[in-house]
């Protein structure tokens, strides 16, 4: 796997687009003024959240016993139901379901929406396989995350420039693209399993 394909991983999988009616729905009892504050707080939490797992992921690993196939295996299965839940949402609000009201701290903004389970996956099983290019895979995760961080920053423009329809039909998108991904992980860990 090379830069871009990280990049494009994981800018699909913290699916910021897709986040937009959440962000907004999650923000909009918290006062205008200290809305901007709170979101970017969320999202340098889940900076350093997805940043830890990129650099002490494989020693998690390690302590719990597992090996990078259960990682590619397990990451494959998590991405692969939020991929049909964003082709599929549940009728009772959105990718995560219901939110608390009030002030968010770190759930469900910072994690699961933006470092959720298949990013973190995502993330070990890129160090797993390739340890030696770390450089790359930390470029990849500011890139993504740093896309991601603008966009939400700026969901109101793009909720009024996509709409509703125009979100729904970007999440879909993204959601196919993510079941390819998944099944893609999930064949990659049973080959090594296998052979």
């Known amino acids: 796997m090379d830069w871009l394909t990280a990049f494009l991983t994981l800018l699909l999988v913290m699916d910021p687009l897709g ?47 597992l090996q990078t196939e259960t990682i590619s295996i397990g990451g494959a299965i998590v991405l692969f139901i939020i991929a ?9 609000g959105g990718i995560m379901g219901e939110h608390a009201s009030g002030e968010p701290f770190i759930v469900p903004l910072a994690i699961p929406l933006v470092a959720g389970p298949s990013a973190l996956a995502f993330l070990m099983l ?15 995760l500011l890139a993504a995350w740093g896309v991601s961080a603008v966009i939400l920053f700026f969901s109101t423009k793009f909720y009024q420039l996509l709409g509703d329809r125009g979100l729904v039909a970007v999440e879909r998108l993204m959601g196919m693209i993510l079941v390819m991904i998944s099944v893609q992980m999930a064949l990659d860990g049973l080959t090594h399993v296998l052979h």
């Open 84 to 92: 049909i839940r964003m082709i599929f949402p549940p009728a009772e």
């Open 19 to 65: 986040n937009i009616p959440v962000f907004l729905a999650v923000l909009r009892d918290v006062d205008e003024k200290r809305r901007k504050r709170v979101l970017i707080r969320e999202l340098l939490i889940a900076l350093g959240i997805l940043l830890f797992f990129l650099f002490f992921g494989k020693v998690v690993l390690d302590a719990l016993g």
């Open 126 to 140: 890129l160090v797993g396989q390739n340890p030696d290019m770390m450089m790359e895979w930390t470029g990849a």
